[in-house]
């Protein structure tokens, strides 16, 4: 399926916190199993509503509630399919694969905050969706016809929560566009042309099109979004020469509280205030080899297991059984991993990246779900993974190499650091790190900053061990 190139500045955020133990279900509250039902022998026996073939018409009949955000659990695995027709895609965070096959970027969720603050993008929202109101009813409708020809013929199942800052960007469209102001955003029904833009209803209308529709509708908006987004970008460079320092500090503490890799991820208050356990599934090793300037090395790779299922560093191609077997013997499955950080670009920190291919990716400074890229890493400030992890740089060995914190374990704070320490032994031989350092001096300002915080460090290369007090 054909890969939009151009989503690497947008950050995702996933709304699915109450679907995660649902199966597919029709109006009568009978489960589906979708695996089962595409095996059924009748092209359309036994599929929900949403997946029967459809009669193409300029205006599609009447069909049943659409649910675009449950999850499929067939055999233990835990991704949601793709409810439009003819689109085989399965994704643990169906908003993204949403995003990515379906939806076009005029109306992603997560633009940068000048570009929510300009009129002429919400106008530019606004013209997409009278387009799509005279492409789904007629060339007379508008977007309030819209609203009522969803509401009537593809409502949602139920009604599900707005993220404040989809809210946000609602209001700001209503705003602009001057259409009536509601005390409240609803979904079903949908009480404003603005809530159209939300991605349940997208999908919902997206369901109906045919093949040939979907594919134009995917690239709405796109040139006219581009000018958009390079006028916002003359822009920062213009603030970032006037007041650079500035400029970061505000930018950076608003994203800090907006969002976090567990928006992402997590789908259960209930977990809150559960601690993490901190695994070494395989303990790392270096050793000069007879052959100067040659070194033997693996690298340890490390569980976090907690209200999230993290890995730290996925060891070398050659280490796949014994990360696998690892894994099993501590109760988790490679489906069960939601994020996968590796400290640095080591091959063996990389090696197994392709083991999890439905998670969130950290590798040094990088950050991706799928092709959609975050580039606050690169800033060098703290990011949180949630309440008791967080990612910090720690350049040194590389100018990209980044740390993990785990608080609040029975053991206190627990920094996997990668090459920032190869062993315990770098405590009393300088020479073991700094001989392959990049920038031995910022290393020794990065080691001082987690021998400061940490209780226990897992290094890059060797077994954990207690700070010295």
């Known amino acids: 399926m054909e890969r939009d190139p151009e989503i690497e500045d947008y950050v995702t955020a996933d709304e699915a916190d109450i679907t995660d133990d649902e199966y597919l279900t ?45 999850r499929s659990h067939t055999q233990g695995d835990k991704r949601s399919s793709c409810p439009v027709e003819g689109c085989h895609g399965r ?67 139920r009604e599900y929560p707005i993220m404040p800052r989809t809210l946000n960007q609602m209001g700001q469209l209503t705003r602009t566009m001057r259409w009536p102001m509601t005390d409240t955003f609803q979904m079903l029904p949908i009480n404003s042309p603005a809530v159209l833009i939300h991605w349940r209803i997208m999908m919902a209308i997206v369901c109906t099109m045919s093949p040939e529709k979907r594919s134009e509708f995917k690239t709405w908006g796109k040139e006219d979004l581009a000018n958009l987004e390079n006028q916002v970008k003359s822009r920062r460079v213009i603030l970032q020469r006037e007041d650079q320092e500035s400029f970061e500090q505000s930018d950076g503490a608003e994203e800090e509280d907006e969002w976090t890799v567990v928006d992402e991820c997590w789908s259960g208050e209930e977990e809150e205030e559960k601690e993490y356990e901190v695994l070494v599934i395989q303990e790392g090793y270096s050793a000069e080899d007879e052959e100067q300037d040659k070194v033997r090395t693996r690298g340890t790779v490390t569980v976090l297991k907690g209200p999230m299922t993290i890995v730290v560093n996925t060891g070398h191609p050659k280490d796949k059984e014994a990360i696998l077997e690892g894994l099993e013997r501590n109760g988790v499955s490679v489906d069960d991993v939601e994020c996968c950080i590796c400290t640095g670009c080591n091959v063996d920190f990389v090696g197994n990246l392709n083991l999890f291919p439905d998670t969130v990716y950290i590798a040094s400074v990088d950050m991706c779900l799928g092709d959609l890229h975050h580039r606050r890493l690169a800033s060098g400030r703290p990011f949180p993974i949630d309440k008791r992890v967080e990612v910090i740089s720690t350049p040194g060995s590389s100018c990209t190499d980044i740390s993990v914190l785990v608080k609040d374990t029975y ?37 001082a900053k987690i021998l400061e915080i940490a209780d226990l460090i897992v290094p890059g290369r060797g077994p954990m061990f207690k700070v010295p007090v």
């Not at 990668?418 to 990065?446: A, H, K, M, Y």
Request: negative net charge; hydrophobic residues 35%.
């Open 91 to 157: 994704s643990k965070h169906l908003k993204h694969h949403a995003w990515e096959h379906h939806i076009p970027r005029v109306f992603w969720d997560r633009p940068w905050n000048e570009l929510n603050a300009s009129p002429d993008y919400h106008r530019l929202r606004a013209s997409c969706l009278l387009a799509l109101a005279q492409c789904i009813i007629g060339p007379a409708a508008t977007v309030q016809d819209l609203v009522g020809y969803v509401n009537e013929n593809i409502p949602l199942p």
């Open 26 to 70: 029709d109006d009568m509250g009978q489960a589906h199993d979708t695996e089962s039902d595409e095996d059924s022998s009748s092209p359309d026996e036994g599929l929900p509503p949403f997946k029967r073939r459809r009669r193409e018409s300029s205006i599609a009949p009447a069909q049943e509630p659409v649910d675009v955000s449950v």
């Open 411 to 447: 053991l206190g704070i627990v920094a996997v650091v990668g090459d920032l320490f190869r062993c315990r032994e770098d405590l009393e031989d300088q020479s073991i790190w700094r001989r392959d350092s990049t920038n031995p001096e910022r290393q020794e300002v990065s080691k």
